[in-house]
């Protein structure tokens, strides 16, 4: 092949090249762009590589040989021209987009002019730049939300450890179990009743009224389906009994008495094929119509125990008007019974004086009935067991039941309950409450089985109103249990409503708790609304009084700490506070982050649940919640529940009794047994001791700390430190710490520091033990020269010589410093 002329080569190009940007451009001719300055720059510079002579190469080509001879920034330049002119030749080439030369056939070709060819570049240049540009910030984006999430996540984890390290089970939880009760737990997963929660708010929103109790009655039975039908008498009866005497409490429950009695007639009415009420029925067509049901006759009254029943029937359902008309009404068998109009009279009148303030009528202007009539009526033979009961309750005497046709106790319980107004008088209070006492005693007397249906069916009934009931038969409690417990499903609840109908409240509620766990919260509510009342107060036994608080705390202890939080906002302020205060010390809960709200780093916390229900309740000053931890933390000093104190001293205000918190859990004996001091509650001890001590440090003017106790503090601080070095095996940082805390005042320069080393003697037998072990360690190691090892070695015999009186070394210590003098 030829010999190429490079430089007549390289001119021939630059003047192609000038052709073709001529021939492609826009712009007018003989104008010099940028791109011809590029292309002349790049001929000079072909130029000035070449020498004098020619120079033999082999055949390259053009482009071939041009590139030899520039630099890298005009070989792309050359690239970019010579791709540029491929284009408009018929060799069928092209390039991609990274640069790479491919076939393509001629129709395929795009026809480009210059414009747009430089057009492309600049754009493709500006997306890659746009790219790299999103890719970095995509990627510092990544970064700083990896590093937020992270710190985050290292907060959260803190604050779940902390929250879980009470709970641990094994050997960890030694130290909170021994602290806590029986039934003390941190966290309860069960799910407290929402029942609850809707009472308290209606308690705390609304003053008590009929209307209010009627619907906390249906929220706490529908919270209990097994025992609905029983608590619905409960409930009626707890309604009635609301009032500030015992007088008016008995009146409540004689009203329940007879209108329980006056229903159970209509449904028994009701029930029957043969009712004949017809129209509306008043009282008169309802006894009637009972009277043919019981007697299985089709006229009724038609003999005088026809009459009687209907007049003990209208006693003991209240009817107090129906008894006036009755001799009337039941003509002419009436006329049979000579002491009726007498007996009906006075046990109106007795119906009278028992009736609630608002419900009773006068039946004063009435005349007055013979008092010789009813004794003639008592002393009569043919007698029938209802003119009986009647007469007997009139004249103050006792009356057994046995003789009365399908008697029940709530029966006994009526003619019992009359005849305290009878015996003690109505205004006598003295006498009445005594009268009441003698009849709670003979009641609770009375065997299980007197309340148990499923016991008594078929036993005669033989209960007496004296003084001694348990002489006679079972007497069932009466037919308002529901259709299950009669059939024996669940015990029922007769004999709490026994308890209820003698108002001996307290024991009713604890009864109700003890039968079954799932009436726990209806009897929180029958005492909560009895104690908003007054009424526990009221005719409360003081040895059997009940304890609303205690009753609260123990029902909510089942519960989450946010569920014990909306439970204690029923109580009062002091009771509240105490019960706060009770909730701190228990199980752990004083370390809750959850509870208490979280402290950073510099000592400040936020609002935990505590201090938000309080703000929540109209407590929202501080004050109330420092009062609560300050006087929280007291008493966990003193029950020796160190971590808890540290805390509720801390969000209490009292940063010098957290110092001097810090300084006892410092000097327990528990920090010389390296086993024990890393596990369980020791170890988070630890853990809360060095995490204080390092907020404390940065805060000492903040919290306007002494500086002898902190002192005090440091000095104590840092010998747990170098014991804890000796125990890790690394003298050398225990030294270091030695030397720079100065833990044995070798040489004491004024009174203050005097004061405070001699406060720490107590310590200094570990210390010197310690320090002498670690230069024993160092000397056979080789690790500290002779003279420096004299030089401590005399500093610590002078310092034990002027301290000798107060300082006591164990047997190995000496062993050890004589093995070291030898030395």
């Avoid at 249906?453 to 003084?467: E, F």
């Avoid at 015990?491 to 799932?518: H, W, Y």
């Avoid at 201090?611 to 009062?627: I, M, P, T, W, Y």
């Avoid at 210390?767 to 002779?786: E, M, T």
Wanted: with cysteine; hydrophobic share 45%.
């Amino acid at each position: 092949m030829a010999v190429m002329d490079l430089p007549i080569e390289g001119s021939r190009q630059v003047e192609r090249a000038v052709r073709l940007l001529d021939a492609g451009s826009s712009a007018p001719r003989g104008m010099r762009t940028p791109v011809h300055k590029s292309l002349e720059q790049l001929f000079g510079d072909a130029r000035s590589r070449t020498g004098p002579q020619a120079i033999n190469v082999a055949p390259f080509g053009p482009a071939g040989a041009a590139r030899l001879l520039q630099a890298p920034q005009a070989q792309r330049l050359d690239r970019e021209v010579t791709n540029f002119a491929i284009v408009g030749t018929a060799t069928g080439a092209t390039t991609n987009a990274s640069g790479l030369v491919r076939e393509t056939a001629l129709e395929d070709l795009p026809n480009l002019g210059v414009s747009e060819f430089f057009g492309l570049v600049h754009e493709r240049v500006l997306l890659c730049a746009v790219e790299e540009a999103h890719r970095d910030s995509m990627r510092n984006f990544e970064r700083r939300s990896f590093e937020r999430i992270q710190s985050e996540w290292e907060d959260a984890k803190a604050q779940i450890m902390n929250k879980l390290a009470p709970q641990r089970l094994g050997p960890s939880a030694v130290g909170s179990a021994l602290r806590a009760t029986e039934h003390d737990v941190v966290a309860s997963t069960a799910a407290a009743p929402h029942q609850d929660a809707a009472i308290i708010d209606a308690l705390l929103r609304e003053p008590l009224s009929p209307s209010l109790v009627q619907r906390i009655a249906r929220l706490s039975c529908d919270g209990c389906h097994t025992y609905h039908a029983d608590l619905l008498d409960c409930w009626s009866i707890v309604g009635r009994s609301l009032h500030r005497s015992p007088h008016s409490v008995v009146r409540g429950l004689l009203e329940y008495l007879q209108e329980s009695f006056a229903e159970q007639a209509r449904q028994t009415v009701y029930q029957s094929a043969d009712a004949r009420l017809g129209g509306v029925p008043d009282a008169w067509s309802l006894i009637r119509a009972l009277g043919r049901v019981k007697f299985e006759t089709a006229v009724f009254p038609s003999s005088p125990t026809h009459v009687w029943f209907a007049a003990y029937v209208a006693a003991r359902s209240g009817f107090a008007q129906l008894l006036l008309e009755l001799p009337e009404r039941a003509a002419p068998c009436s006329d049979r019974c000579p002491v009726l109009k007498t007996v009906c009279t006075k046990m109106a009148r007795r119906l009278q004086a028992t009736a609630v303030v608002g419900q009773s009528s006068d039946f004063m202007s009435i005349g007055s009935a013979d008092q010789a009539d009813l004794l003639r009526a008592d002393l009569a033979e043919e007698n029938c067991g209802f003119q009986n009961v009647l007469v007997s309750l009139l004249l103050g005497r006792s009356f057994i039941f046995s003789r009365l046709p399908e008697a029940t106790v709530q029966d006994w319980l009526w003619f019992r309950l009359h005849a305290l107004f009878i015996l003690a008088g109505d205004s006598e209070v003295p006498p009445f409450v005594q009268q009441l006492d003698s009849l709670r005693q003979q009641a609770l007397a009375l065997p299980p089985s007197h309340f148990d249906p499923t016991a008594v069916a078929g036993i005669p009934a033989s209960l007496s109103s004296s003084s001694d009931p348990s002489a006679g038969g079972a007497v069932p409690m009466g037919a308002s249990g529901s259709p299950s417990t009669l059939a024996g499903v669940t015990q029922p609840l007769n004999f709490v409503k026994m308890l209820l109908l003698t108002a001996q409240f307290g024991r009713a509620i604890q009864q109700l708790r003890s039968q079954d766990e799932c009436l726990h919260s209806p009897a929180l509510h029958i005492a909560l609304v009895l104690h908003r009342a007054g009424t526990l107060e009221t005719v409360e036994e003081p040895d059997h009084a009940l304890n609303v608080v205690a009753l609260v705390c123990d029902h909510a202890r089942r519960f989450s700490c946010s569920d014990q939080l909306s439970y204690f906002r029923i109580l009062d302020l002091r009771d509240r506070a105490e019960a706060l205060q009770n909730l701190l010390l228990r199980g752990g809960v004083g370390t809750n982050d959850e509870l208490l709200g979280y402290i950073d780093a510099n000592g400040r916390h936020r609002p935990g649940l505590l201090e938000r229900a309080l703000h929540e309740d109209g407590l929202g000053h501080s004050s109330e919640f420092v009062n609560i931890c300050s006087h929280a933390g007291r008493t966990a000093v003193e029950r020796g529940q160190y971590r808890e104190a540290i805390r509720l001293f801390h969000l209490g205000r009292c940063h010098s009794e957290v110092l001097q918190v810090l300084c006892r859990c410092l000097r327990l004996p528990v920090w010389r047994e390296p086993i024990a001091a890393a596990a369980g509650e020791t170890a988070l001890l630890s853990q809360d001791i060095q995490r204080f001590f390092v907020i404390y440090e940065r805060n000492l003017d903040r919290y306007a700390l002494s500086s002898h106790a902190w002192a005090v503090a440091r000095k104590l601080y840092a010998a747990r430190i170098f014991h804890t070095f000796c125990d890790q095996g690394r003298p050398e940082a225990a030294l270091d710490i030695f030397d720079r805390e100065q833990l044995l005042p070798f040489a004491t320069e004024d009174a203050r520091t005097a004061e405070i080393e001699g406060e720490l003697l107590a310590d200094c037998p570990r210390v010197v033990g310690d320090y002498v072990q670690v230069l024993l360690f160092s000397a056979k190691q080789g690790a500290v020269s002779l003279p420096a090892l004299k030089e401590r070695l005399q500093r610590l015999q002078l310092f034990l010589a002027v301290n000798a009186h107060r300082i006591t070394l164990d047997q190995q210590t000496i062993a050890a410093l004589a093995g070291l003098t030898l030395c």
